[in-house]
């Protein structure tokens, strides 16, 4: 399958500081990214959803300007999670969907994030 | 009601044993469905995709799509410690977004 791989793979930061996280495509062109959050046993909440070139957009009851999504090109998309809160502390890990192979849709490694 | 069950478990069969993870949905239009392994602390695999109803077999993984019935099934067969995993159903209509089940944590025993 193709790979996705995820930077940092975890990452403390300090409340109120700003975070990114990189999200690449290594081996096809990924016209579709997706960002989750997953808490501890439980499912993935898909946050976002980004065509290369467009605006993202956000599933309901996640905050826009909290959470920056810039996906502006075919292979890399990026989180920036801003004014970061310890509640904001969790899982993220990004997805990544080619557009001629819709079937299929790849996950990175996974970015813990820590906030204190 | 969700739009995806899964029985969360926890599951614990010995080694060798034939594993059924199961899901059912609600939507009539989910064409895609997909399963996912997931290691603790890292991102779901991909391990199999279905169109429709109907089975798919890869190695020692099987999967088996009913429609008519809004069911789905992964089996494992021969199953290892090494498949111990939280196993995810997914599904899709068209190009939409992947909706996920909870997820089913499996342990196999040495």
Redesign the interface.
């Known amino acids: 399958?193709a790979v996705?791989s995820?930077h940092p793979s975890w990452v403390i930061c300090k409340s109120g500081t700003s975070v990114k996280i990189e999200c690449r495509s290594l081996d096809f062109q990924a016209t579709t990214m997706?960002w989750y959050r997953q808490f501890p046993?439980?499912?993935?909440m898909?946050m976002a959803?980004s065509n290369e070139g467009s605006k993202a957009t956000y599933e309901q009851g996640v905050e826009k300007d909290k959470f920056l999504i810039n996906h502006a090109s075919l292979t890399l998309s990026t989180l920036t999670v801003t004014s970061a809160h310890p509640e904001d502390s969790s899982?993220y890990?990004c997805?990544a969907r080619s557009g001629r192979r819709?079937?299929?849709?790849?996950?990175?490694?996974?970015t813990?994030l820590t906030v204190t | 009601q969700k739009e995806v069950e899964q029985d969360p478990g926890p599951l614990s069969v010995p080694e060798g044993a034939i594993v059924s993870l199961n899901c059912t949905y609600s939507n009539s239009a989910f064409q895609y469905f997909m399963w996912y392994r997931q290691y603790s602390r890292k991102g779901p695999e991909l391990l199999m995709y279905t169109y429709s109803s109907g089975n798919k077999e890869d190695g020692r993984f099987t999967a088996q799509v009913d429609k008519s019935s809004k069911y789905i099934s992964l089996f494992i067969r021969d199953s290892q410690p090494s498949d111990s995993a939280t196993y995810l159903c997914a599904m899709r209509e068209g190009a939409q977004k992947l909706v996920f089940g909870q997820g089913t944590r499996l342990t196999i025993n040495p």
């Open positions: 399958g996705v995820q997706f046993k439980q499912s993935l898909l959803t899982f890990i997805s819709l079937n299929e849709q790849y996950f990175g490694p996974g813990r």
